[in-house]
């Protein structure tokens, strides 16, 4: 074990809390095996070095405006930070590389950063790629292109629920939608798959028990190493990456609810809603006669709708059994025995959070993976059920009983009792992702590239 701290790692994020959180799970997971970490960072997002003290974090500096890092246009974002990054990471890459500590035996580098495979072949350092979404949607994500010249791209509203057979069970309505412009976006996707490719290995947070049959095919398409080791915050403790400050009240508030009573809903760090989408949530929460914790992020309600302008009988329901709160210690919540259902928007993070504490999932995807993830979640892995044709509070509100009290939603709570298992025992020795661990460790101390 000692010995590999010998071996340095330097792990690059991508700046948005649903890449960072996994990437320093990652970096926990790998110091747990004995490795040194040294995490290389933008100013944009910067992470908390104090959460985690025995890791090295150097900044890279990014050279981008207060407005462009905080534009909404996620496409012309991660491109920017494509093109203003590449000069001072190959800079700080040299200097970890010439530095007296630990040799850098290995850079894994989030999937959507394009210069660290030129960077890091220059710089004679091996690199290994973390895509931190699932195995179905990065497949998804690999047949853009197909998807485009068999016309169900871009996404035409007649032709909503045509099936693709190239990816069942989707439907092109369940295909990724990323506002943005199109060249700019294949330009990414197309840099992230030849990255992988010709990367020394792919690692992902997923296990093979749930996403089997497209690991497999990964592995048929590209002969490059896959690792999947997830679910990788059930690795081990490890502290929170949040870029927003927790607030712990709602654990209290939980100990005080029946168990699996509770619906616990929030959209993750990038999903807004509009002000009539807004009321709705807020009036089937309060329809579905469920205790609720709401998590209502800074700057996720677009529009004027204040909580103060909700009926009354939203804000009675709020004082006997609803909690707010700007964000959540999500992890703790998931796993606390008084929540029963959670209403979210699929990013992957909190698809495989849910399902490894065996919340069923209320999907209300809004873009990019989420709407693959979503329907996985209600179709073939049946843990959850899909909010289809828009908000509306009365379907809001059956969705909630459906899940927490109905005979109903009897076969989805016990599908995901026996997914919280399987995500269990991967981990176990032995298992799946235990097992491909080991394989990862291994591969990076071997010195074949
Ligand atoms: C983004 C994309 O939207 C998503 O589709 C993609 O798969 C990853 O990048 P995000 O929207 O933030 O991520 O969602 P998600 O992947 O679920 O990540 C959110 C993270 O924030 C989760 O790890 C979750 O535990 C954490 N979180 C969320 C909190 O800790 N507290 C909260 O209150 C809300």
């Given at each position: 074990m000692n010995q590999r701290n010998n071996h340095r790692l330097v792990l690059f994020p991508l700046p948005f809390q649903g890449h960072i959180n996994p990437m320093l799970q990652l970096a926990q997971?790998?110091?747990?095996?004995?490795?040194s970490i040294t995490v290389l960072h933008t100013d944009l997002n910067s992470p908390d070095?104090?959460?985690?003290?025995?890791f090295a974090f150097r900044s890279i500096g990014d050279g981008l405006g207060q407005s462009e890092a905080s534009a909404s246009d996620l496409v012309r974002l991660i491109t920017l930070l494509n093109a203003r990054c590449a000069a001072p990471f190959e800079e700080?890459?040299?200097?970890?590389?010439?530095?007296?500590?630990a040799p850098v035996t290995c850079l894994i580098a989030d999937a959507l950063f394009s210069f660290p495979r030129d960077v890091a072949e220059r710089a004679g350092v091996r690199r290994m790629v973390l895509r931190t979404g699932g195995a179905t949607s990065l497949r998804v994500f690999a047949g853009f292109r197909l998807l485009r010249e068999r016309g169900y791209l871009p996404i035409e509203e007649s032709r909503l629920e045509d099936p693709v057979p190239?990816?069942?069970?989707l439907r092109v309505k369940d295909l990724p939608r990323i506002t943005g412009e199109p060249e700019l976006l294949?330009?990414?996707?197309?840099d992230m798959i030849e990255g992988i490719k010709d990367s020394s290995g792919l690692i992902l947070n997923t296990f093979e028990d749930l996403e089997q049959p497209a690991l497999s095919l990964?592995?048929?398409?590209?002969?490059?190493?896959?690792?999947?080791?997830?679910?990788?915050?059930?690795c081990g403790p490890s502290s929170s990456g949040s870029l927003l400050a927790e607030d712990r009240s709602c654990i209290s508030w939980l100990d005080k609810q029946a168990p699996n009573s509770v619906v616990y809903v929030s959209f993750g760090s990038i999903a807004s809603v509009n002000g009539s989408e807004f009321s709705e949530i807020a009036l089937g929460?309060?329809?579905?006669?469920?205790?609720?914790?709401?998590?209502?992020?800074?700057?996720?309600?677009?529009?004027?709708?204040?909580?103060?302008?909700?009926p009354g009988y939203f804000l009675e329901a709020l004082e006997e059994r609803g909690k707010i709160v700007k964000w959540a210690p999500q992890h703790e919540v998931l796993a606390h025995r008084a929540v029963g259902a959670f209403w979210t928007h699929n990013g992957w993070n909190s698809t495989l959070e849910s399902i490894s504490e065996g919340v069923p999932m209320i999907c209300m995807p809004c873009f990019s993976d989420q709407t693959v993830n979503a329907r996985f979640v209600s179709d073939v892995w049946r843990v959850g059920v899909n909010l289809n044709n828009g908000l509306e509070r009365r379907k809001i509100a059956e969705a909630i009983r459906k899940l927490l009290v109905e005979k109903e939603g009897e076969e989805v709570r016990e599908r995901a009792a026996l997914f919280k298992e399987k995500a269990s025992s991967c981990l176990m020795q032995g298992g799946s992702s235990f097992q491909s661990l080991d394989g990862l460790a291994n591969h990076i101390l071997s010195s074949e590239s």
């Open positions: 997971i790998l110091h747990d095996r004995g490795f070095p104090s959460s985690h003290p025995h700080r890459l040299r200097e970890e590389v010439s530095s007296p500590d190239e990816f069942p069970p294949d330009r990414i996707l197309n990964l592995r048929q398409e590209d002969p490059i190493a896959v690792f999947p080791i997830g679910p990788f915050h059930k929460l309060a329809d579905s006669q469920q205790p609720f914790l709401w998590v209502i992020r800074p700057g996720s309600v677009s529009g004027s709708e204040l909580l103060e302008n909700l």
